[in-house]
């Protein structure tokens, strides 16, 4: 994934939809980041995956 970018003045700067910086995926699509969301989501995953675990070292 690349970050958009835009240049103006000379200066580079990423380009944004709303507050979330637009990535370029391998394919070309074009996408919106949500930071929060995501870390959201991986401290969910981390946490079910803990859960899981200490359930099968308890048994």
Known sequence: MKLK???IDGKVY???DGDKPIYIHD???E???DAPHSVAT???LNNEAKTHREAKEAA
């Open 5 to 7: 970018t835009v240049t």
């Open 14 to 16: 990423a380009e944004v």
């Open 27 to 29: 394919d070309g699509k």
């Open 31 to 33: 996408m919106p980041h």
């Open 42 to 44: 991986i401290a969910r």
